[in-house]
């Protein structure tokens, strides 16, 4: 059976390139980039033209980049790391992922106060809510923002350039999570107002196990492991030479793909949704009307459980992401879906669909028929009556 993989928000498969450099470095660097010796220089020297290579694709200093193992690291060091250094008030959104509402929730149970912020019904912050948070009386002054670029779940992009001017203005760093938005939305830290910023390598074709979090010059960062003074002593740890060579590969590819790649991608998920809405009744596209990623589609059906279609879409060769989990036999809806306001059975019928470079027309018009064959299906049995709320 032809698989499809239509999951590239969750992950995606390492590009060839950036396989055979990561090999290549492995093979030829072997040293501890910490070391004095001739191996450890050489190790060094890959591992700084790597930082490099990477401030050269997002326009900021070499020094202002710092290698981490995930996107969990990276917010957690953003948070933890300001929450430390600074104290006082951590402002963020209700539809942060969770490795940056977890952190913040722990912050402010011990460390700082916290302020989430409620979407709107289109899923996002609100300029005028954030000033009123940043403004509120009595309590301490922020001592960072941190809103999701890119909703993992929906796609629908904060306007985050928008709250960063903000920020800015009221000298409160900002920090957002790229984890899903770089490689499809540009970024150019040259002239957008971010402080810090996380980027996650196996969103866009680089292997797992590394990331980056982009700390402006000036932002003071207390580390969350204590060890060694790697990157600036802000991460300790041997540094992944060859995992940093291959993510730069993979930041300079996505980088000069984008301009193409984007627009294919919009193309794809709108024939996509377009086929959906025509041949399946009782149809939600989540965003439609505010901006969103170009390759993410997260549909609603009425009156299906999301993980259920998603288990009949594997089935039958397509592996797409769902928006619910199975405990005790009731699903459970998105948090993100149900802070928008969506009813929560509703919501349990999330399924998202994640575009990649492999993606083509044809198999958008393929799984629009899939669906429709599943949803009439599962229609079928019965509606679902109850979800865990």
């Known amino acids: ?153 929906t796609g629908i992009l904060q306007p985050v350039h928008e709250i960063g001017a903000l920020c800015r203005e009221n000298d409160v760093p900002f920090h957002t999570d790229a ?77 000069d793909h984008l301009p193409t790649e984007s627009p294919r991608l919009r193309q794809v998920r709108d024939a996509f949704e377009a086929g959906l809405l025509d041949q399946v009744g009782g149809v939600h596209v989540i965003g439609r009307d505010v901006d969103r990623l170009p390759g993410t589609s997260c549909v609603l059906f009425e009156d299906v459980i999301g993980f259920q279609l998603g288990a009949a879409l594997d089935a039958r060769g397509y592996e797409v992401s769902t928006g619910s989990a199975c405990h005790s036999g009731s699903p459970e809806p998105s948090p993100a879906l149900v802070a928008m306001g969506i009813d929560p059975l509703l919501a349990a019928g999330m399924v998202r669909v994640g575009f990649g470079h492999a993606n083509t027309p044809e198999h958008a018009k393929r799984l629009v028929n899939v669906v429709a064959e599943s949803v009439k299906q599962l229609r079928a049995t019965g509606a679902p009556r109850e979800v865990n709320r």
Not at 105 to 113: E, I, M, Y
Not at 117 to 138: H, N, P
Not at 194 to 213: E, N
Not at 214 to 236: C, F, K, N
């Open 179 to 255: 984890a899903q938005s770089f490689g499809k939305i540009p970024i150019d830290l040259s002239r957008d107002p971010f402080d810090l910023m996380t980027i996650v390598g196996h969103k866009f074709y680089a292997p797992k196990g590394v990331s980056v979090l982009y700390v402006r010059s000036g932002i003071e960062l207390r580390p969350v492991i204590l060890g060694g003074a790697q990157e600036g002593g802000m991460r300790p740890g041997t540094e992944n030479v060859a995992l940093a060579a291959g993510l730069a590969l993979a930041m300079k590819k996505a980088a």
């Open 1 to 153: 059976m032809e698989r499809i993989y239509l999951d590239h928000n969750a992950t995606t498969p390492v590009d060839r390139d950036v396989a055979a450099v990561v090999a290549k470095t492995l093979t030829e660097h072997a040293g501890n980039p910490s070391s004095a010796h001739a191996s450890g220089r050489a190790a060094k020297a890959c591992l700084e033209q790597a930082r490099a290579d990477i401030a050269g694709v997002l326009s900021c200093k070499p020094s202002e980049i710092r290698f981490t193992s995930t996107g969990s690291e990276a917010d957690n060091l953003a948070v933890y790391g300001l929450a430390v250094a600074r104290g006082g008030r951590i402002v963020t959104s209700n539809v942060e992922h969770p490795a940056i509402a977890r952190p913040c929730r722990a912050a402010g149970a011990s460390l700082v106060q916290l302020d989430e912020i409620a979407v709107d019904r289109s899923g996002r912050v609100t300029k005028e809510s954030v000033a009123s948070a940043l403004d509120r009386e009595g309590a301490p002054a922020p001592a960072l923002v941190t809103l999701i670029h890119a909703q993992n779940e």
